[in-house]
């Protein structure tokens, strides 16, 4: 990694707001606020999977609604191993079944035009739901799991950690090299294979790295359902939620899926406790449909033009 | 030797229908582009639509002259509007695609959610001709023979509407090549947003024929959204050909599969569609 061009001072301000604001998320439960605790704990977990989500398809622009496959496949790695093992251990298990999944996957359809790999990989989430309730209900005979349930805190200070992890290696993948190649994927994939970069490899990795936050965080909220069997854990939402997050913070900006997420999770959590419950999909669908087509670039690039103009610099030439 | 008849002609039966959601899905994604996730709530509308006029006294079969203008002029309009813009913001025609997929998710949270508002979730169906007919000894209603032989008729017509006509030309010209068509002095807003009325027209009239054999209910759209999806890929896109024949094809796989297996009906399409994309992404008529 090249460091020499990092401007040290701006770097220096942005990682001082990003941990002082971490410290205070982590003294939540110390000081007792069990509503802001639960409250986080969603704001920690939609954090993770739209952060995790932009690594590979905010880049390269393969639109993955797999999501929920991968945080269905954490689930069940809690439910079937949570009872032998600390939870250390699944989350482990859960973010490694994630990435082989994902890999497998990858090495399947990362060869396919961007739409195709869409659908193929919302089709593999219904794909596994319906295999699995087929092996519970004929072969199994096991309809539907407990899992073992964690504290509130233990919960959260696991999400917190896997946060951590992820910014971490989202902020690594971006600086790195391998950021590049998958910048160059997105804007032209024939241009960068001729440019010498191994555009497969790049894009299977890529992807199955991201899957192992998804499935860590899998693991970790599956300690909060007593009850898990396929259509709770293959949830379609759980792969719309991060995409429409993502894109309504902001893809272009490192801070723009995070900050989506934070405002998106708090705007269901009132709709879905308010008198407005039975609308949710609907407001729901016609945020998705007016962020499509107002807002593009997202909150962050909204904000972006604001600026520009009050500060008056120069726009870019479009 | 029964057995297999029942299962060939049970699938060709249910596969007029599929044929049907099919070629609504492929003018919409082959030609305007647009993956249309919620293909399949305009199937159920149009289902809801003509259980509505048959409980107050309108002859089923007579429901799809309402409901196919109507379904078609909802998606004209949903297309000048929404996708339209966004297709004239996009800078390429993958952002496009994504974008509208995007939008079309969102179209279909709204639609359900309007529909399961109206209706609610629980089943819904009515009786019509539902005689039996023997067909070498194999029984089948009579309403699933009516519903395929309407299914076919409507794709037979299409079929010459895109041979014969000059609005079919420009279509056929359009699913080539969207931009060029365009500089030749084709209309390509006004001849996208058809394609996209034709498809929910197409969808509408196949939830109608769905709502005479077979119990509906509102959440009911995106099974036939998968199948299309899986239809349209088996005989390429933007062939209207193709999906005809598919839909066929995929009557009798799953109808196969759901005779040995019920459970699996659904996965098998899945297993087709992801050999398909890995060995013949073009489908059977594509070029």
């Known amino acids: 990694m090249d460091f020499s061009r990092t401007d040290w001072i701006k770097t220096g301000i942005n990682l001082g707001i990003s941990l002082v604001i971490l410290v205070l998320v982590a003294l939540m439960p110390v000081y007792g606020w069990q509503y802001g605790v639960s409250l986080f704990t969603y704001f920690l977990l939609y954090i993770i999977l739209a952060v995790s989500w932009t690594i590979f398809s905010g880049t390269t622009g393969y639109i993955s609604l797999a999501t929920a496959a991968f945080y269905g496949v954490g689930i069940y790695a809690a439910a079937i191993y949570g009872k032998e093992y600390p939870l250390i251990v699944v989350v482990l298990i859960g973010a490694f079944a994630s990435f082989v999944v994902a890999f497998f996957v990858g090495a399947i359809t990362l060869r396919l035009k961007g739409i195709y790999f869409a659908m193929f990989t919302f089709g593999l989430v219904l794909l596994l739901k319906e295999v699995i309730y087929f092996w519970e209900i004929d072969i199994s005979h096991i309809r539907g799991r407990f899992v073992v349930l964690q504290s509130n805190e233990t919960i959260f200070y696991y999400l917190l950690g896997i946060l951590v992890v992820t910014m971490i290696v989202a902020y690594l993948i971006k600086r790195s090299k391998y950021g590049l190649a998958l910048q160059s994927i997105g ?47 293959f949830n379609p939402l759980m792969s719309f939620n991060p995409v429409l997050m993502a894109i309504f913070g902001g893809l272009g900006h490192f801070y723009g899926p995070a900050i989506g997420a934070v405002l998106f999770s708090y705007i269901q ?47 870019a030439p479009a | 030797m029964e057995d297999l008849l029942r299962m060939v002609l049970g699938g060709l039966l249910i596969g007029g229908i599929y044929s049907l959601v099919s070629m609504g899905l492929t003018l919409q994604y082959g030609v305007a582009r647009v993956l249309n996730i919620a293909h399949g709530e305009f199937l159920m509308f149009g289902a809801f639509i003509t259980f509505w006029l048959q409980q107050n006294h309108v002859n089923p079969l007579l429901t799809v002259v309402i409901v196919a203008p109507l379904m078609f002029i909802v998606g004209f309009i949903v297309y000048r509007t929404l996708f339209t813009t966004i297709r004239l913001k996009s800078p390429n ?12 998710f969102g179209l279909y949270f709204i639609v359900q959610n309007i529909a399961v508002r109206i209706w609610g979730t629980t089943p819904r169906s009515f009786a019509y001709l539902s005689g039996s007919v023997s067909i070498g000894g194999a029984l089948f209603n009579e309403n699933r023979l009516v519903a395929a032989a309407f299914a076919i008729g409507i794709g037979i017509i299409f079929y010459l509407f895109l041979a014969r006509t000059r609005t079919g030309k420009a279509i056929r010209a359009a699913s080539q090549d969207a931009t060029t068509a365009g500089l030749m002095g084709v209309n390509i807003n006004y001849t996208l947003a058809l394609c996209f009325g034709f498809g929910a027209a197409m969808a509408g009239v196949a939830g109608a024929l769905i709502s005479v054999c077979y119990p509906i209910n509102t959440v009911m759209g995106l099974g036939y959204t998968v199948i299309a999806i899986v239809v349209v890929t088996l005989g390429g896109l ?32 899945y297993v087709i569609f992801i050999i398909l994309l890995l060995v013949r992404p073009k489908g059977i008529m594509g070029k």
């Open chain 1, 187 to 233: 804007e032209n994939e024939e241009a960068a294979a001729h440019m010498g970069i191994n555009v497969t490899m790049v894009k299977i990795l890529s992807y199955a790295v991201s899957a192992i936050f998804m499935g860590a965080a899998g693991v970790v909220m599956a300690t909060k359902l007593t009850y898990v069997d396929p259509g709770v854990a």
């Open chain 1, 269 to 315: 959590e009132v709709l879905t406790t308010g008198d407005l419950k039975d609308y949710y999909m609907l407001i729901f669908g016609t945020i998705l449909v007016a962020t499509i087509l107002f807002l593009p670039a997202g909150l962050i690039g909204l904000i972006q033009n604001i600026w520009r103009r009050i500060s008056g610099a120069k726009r």
């Open chain 2, 93 to 104: 025609p993958g952002v496009f695609e994504s974008n509208a997929l995007l939008a079309a």
């Open chain 2, 238 to 269: 933007g062939s209207i050909p193709g999906s005809f024949i598919g839909g066929f094809i995929l009557g009798v796989i799953g109808t196969a599969v759901t005779f040995w297996e019920p459970g699996l009906a659904v996965a098998s399409y």
